[in-house]
Nanobody, 120 residues
Framework: VQLQASGGGLVQAGGSLRLSCTAS????????VGWFRQAPGKEREFAAA???????YYADSVKGRFTISRDNAKNTVYLQMNSLKPEDTAVYYC???????????????WGKGTQVTVSS
């Protein structure tokens, strides 16, 4: 499966953005999909994930502010980001896997990232 993340941009603190992860392939509904982010000078970190059955998982740093959802008819997973903070600034990546890996970072398929910049 090939993934394409989009929807990044520049937003003021307190604002919102919605990222999209669009996939190729007819079996996208079977994949678990995650969002990750990497800030300058920092390691990539898990942000949120959604299972093929709709179960959701969030990092503590985004819980209550970010919402992950999926539209299988559109082969797309969304990340709605509200109450954005400057520390949310990062390149955001989506990834997919038929299984839920032991570590989220071990997902099999990765897309190119989209830049999110939150100004103070």
């Amino acid at each position: 499966v090939q993934l394409q993340a989009s929807g990044g941009g520049l937003v003021q603190a307190g604002g919102s953005l919605r990222l999209s992860c669009t996939a190729s392939g007819r079996t996208f509904s079977r994949y678990n999909v995650g969002w990750f982010r990497q800030a300058p000078g920092k390691e990539r970190e898990f942000a949120a994930a959604i299972s093929w059955s709709g179960g959701t998982y969030y990092a503590d740093s985004v819980k209550g502010r970010f919402t992950i959802s999926r539209d299988n008819a559109k082969n797309t997973v969304y990340l709605q980001m509200n109450s954005l903070k400057p520390e949310d600034t990062a390149v955001y990546y989506c990834a997919a896997d038929l299984n839920i890996p032991r570590r989220w970072d071990d997902m099999d398929y990765w897309g190119k990232g989209t830049q999110v910049t939150v100004s103070s």
